[in-house]
């Protein structure tokens, strides 16, 4: 079963899914945008404990796609949820699929 989560705001860290004992948190897909255009932005998939899960993916070229994937994008630790971290102080709006997983 696949989950999403709507993103909204201007915080630096918005965690997307909490941590899940003995689960892990597979992000599946993202459309990615950022609201403010004149602001540089970027942003970075991350788990809860403070990973990192992807390089920075910015804004650049419009917004940040990443089709549906069942193998998944990336996979958080034993544990941990998955959150997103934004660089450059605009704001990110958004849509991210994931589910969770068996540890």
């Given amino acids: 079963m696949a989950l999403h989560a709507t993103l ?8 997307i899914q909490a941590a899940v004992t003995n689960r ?3 992000l599946l897909a993202a459309f990615i945008t950022n609201s403010v255009v004149t602001v540089a932005e970027s942003c970075r998939f991350e788990s ?15 917004p940040v796609t990443l089709p549906y994937s ?3 994008w990336a996979i958080t630790a034993l ?10 102080g605009g704001n990110l709006d958004g849509i991210v699929v994931y589910d969770i997983i068996a540890g």
């Fill in 8 to 15: 909204v705001g201007d915080t630096d860290t918005t965690v």
């Fill in 70 to 72: 069942s193998e998944g």
């Fill in 48 to 62: 809860t404990g403070g990973g990192d899960l992807s390089g920075d993916l910015d804004f650049i070229n419009g």
């Fill in 24 to 26: 892990r948190v597979r």
């Fill in 79 to 88: 544990g941990e949820g998955l959150q997103i971290e934004e660089t450059g």
